[in-house]
């Protein structure tokens, strides 16, 4: 299994991006699912999940701005960001709960003005 990210890019401050995730490579189906976010220089961290029945949790951080989804007929997972600042800043991946499945490229977010 291959799990692309995209969606990534340059965004000012107060700006908006959506980023879509990908499983390629077998016919593994995205269950519970989370988006992973590691800034320069800092470790990796959890930013958002979505369980198998569909329910969220974010990280305190990003609560209220972004919105992950699940498109379970395109086997596609999603994280609407919205009010990006700069501390969201970070090259974003898409992974289970668990980190299980090999860790893809991610896409970077850059907020800035």
Not at 60 to 73: E, M, Q
């Amino acid at each position: 299994v291959q799990l692309q990210a995209s969606g990534g890019g340059l965004v000012q401050p107060g700006g908006s991006l959506r980023l879509s995730c990908a499983a390629s490579g077998s016919r593994y189906r995205m269950r519970a699912m989370a988006w992973y976010r590691q800034a320069p220089g800092k470790q990796r961290e959890l930013v958002a999940l979505i369980d198998d029945p569909g329910s969220t949790e974010y990280t305190p951080s990003v609560k209220g701005r972004f919105s992950i989804s699940r498109d379970n007929a395109k086997n596609t997972l999603y994280l609407q960001m919205n009010s990006l600042q700069p501390d969201d800043t970070a090259v974003y991946f898409c992974n289970t709960l668990t980190g299980a499945l090999p860790w893809g490229q991610g896409t970077l977010v850059t907020v800035s003005s």
